[in-house]
């Protein structure tokens, strides 16, 4: 487990990991406005471009140059995807998309089906204080009891999650069965915020949104660099600031983001 002390942690722990990212495809996504990437071509994939990215950012960190003849850009992705959602005959409903490659250039697709959500949760113009979602209920957001170590497996997304996985465990009767109940907030031995188990979160400090930062080199990593983080930043939705544990208030609106789900509120409901 790695969260009893800061062990450093070496690219080659990975080797026997899979690369993986989650989109959304959605065919609301193909009728609505451009690509909010900056592509000038529609997609019913969510923010396709940052995924592939981050796939090609964490391979060439690894130096799994397989990887790259096998996705030589975002179209060679998306084509995997469209080939894949006909043989398996998925249709026109919003569905989760699970894309993993291995170091050999292997690759497996997986699919969940996922609620509807109007553009506006997928692209929000603004992240506010009180969303009109709070109303309707809010995500419960817990922070972990225990520290957390960083390293490659907390800045790129791999199969490698033993980090968040221990998180999830520790609360999982308040997450409930499938852990569908809330989300943790995982904490760095210097106990700042990284990020959530399976989102990126936002908190309101000195009039704005801010972000937990990311991996600054090789020597001082953080949290996941997530595809909706990215477009949040470039958006100027929010910015990069460090958020420490202690500064968490009880019943604090956050708000959350992930590359399925797009942008959701929470509230801290527990602390300890």
């Known amino acids: 487990m790695l969260d009893d002390k800061n062990v450093p942690e070496k690219a080659t722990d990975l080797n026997d990991a899979d690369l993986?990212?989650?989109?959304?495809?959605?065919?609301?996504?193909?009728?609505?406005?451009?690509?909010?990437?900056?592509?000038?071509?529609?997609?019913?994939?969510?923010?396709?471009?940052?995924?592939?990215?981050?796939?090609?950012?964490?391979?060439?960190?690894?130096?799994?140059?397989?990887?790259?003849?096998?996705?030589?850009?975002?179209?060679?992705?998306?084509?995997?995807?469209?080939?894949?959602?006909?043989?398996?005959?998925?249709?026109?409903?919003?569905?989760?998309?699970?894309?993993?490659?291995?170091?050999?250039?292997?690759?497996?697709?997986?699919?969940?089906?996922?609620?509807?959500?109007?553009?506006?949760?997928?692209?929000?113009?603004?992240?506010?204080?009180?969303?009109?979602?709070?109303?309707?209920?809010?995500?419960?957001?817990y922070i972990d009891t225990r520290f957390s170590s960083t390293g490659p497996s907390t800045t790129f997304k791999t199969t490698h999650r033993a980090v968040y996985d221990s998180a999830r465990e520790r609360f999982k009767d308040a997450l409930g069965p499938g852990g569908l109940g809330g989300e943790v907030l995982v904490v760095d031995p210097s106990d700042e915020i990284l990020e959530g188990t399976i989102t990126s979160v936002y908190f309101f400090r000195d009039g704005r949104w801010v972000t937990p930062p990311v991996a600054v080199g090789p020597k001082i990593w953080k949290g996941h660099k997530g595809t909706t983080r990215r477009w949040a930043l470039e958006r100027g939705l929010c910015i990069e600031k460090s958020v420490m544990k202690d500064s968490v208030e009880e019943g604090e609106v956050v708000w959350l983001s992930n590359g399925a789900r797009g942008f959701w509120v929470g509230r801290i409901v527990s602390l300890n």
């Open 20 to 141: 993986h990212t989650s989109t959304r495809y959605d065919p609301l996504l193909g009728d609505g406005p451009v690509d909010a990437t900056g592509s000038t071509e529609k997609s019913p994939f969510y923010m396709l471009k940052f995924h592939y990215d981050r796939i090609l950012e964490a391979a060439d960190f690894l130096d799994w140059t397989i990887v790259k003849k096998v996705l030589p850009d975002t179209a060679a992705l998306e084509k995997l995807l469209i080939d894949d959602i006909k043989v398996q005959n998925i249709g026109q409903n919003p569905t989760k998309i699970r894309f993993a490659i291995n170091r050999h250039g292997k690759f497996s697709i997986g699919y969940l089906t996922l609620p509807p959500v109007p553009i506006e949760t997928l692209f929000p113009t603004q992240l506010s204080l009180e969303p009109p979602s709070l109303s309707h209920g809010f995500t419960k957001v």
